[in-house]
């Protein structure tokens, strides 16, 4: 098994990664700082209430994000049972 198997990516990185850095994301949403970003990227999810500020920055900013772009999947769904 490959190392890049075990690669999960949050919710969070992947929202990051389709404006292209933390500091364009946080940009595009006003803010002054990057540590909101930076937060989300440590738990590893946005919390629905900035979900619309997201999308709108989103659509601003010519970023391709969708609402299906916030689904959580539970991790353990990928793991597989040792034989």
């Known amino acids: 098994m490959s190392d890049t198997q075990n690669i999960l ?25 990057g540590t ?11 919390r629905p209430v900035h979900y619309p500020s997201i999308l709108e920055a989103a659509r601003e900013n010519d970023v391709q994000l969708t609402p299906d772009d916030f689904q959580l999947v539970d991790p353990s769904a990928f793991q597989q049972e040792a034989a």
Not at 36 to 46: C, R
Request: overall charge positive.
């Open 9 to 33: 990516i949050t919710q969070a990185q992947a929202i990051v990664d389709k404006f292209g850095t933390q500091a364009k994301l946080w940009r595009a949403l006003g803010h002054r700082s």
């Open 36 to 46: 909101t970003v930076s937060q989300w990227l440590k738990a590893g999810y946005v």
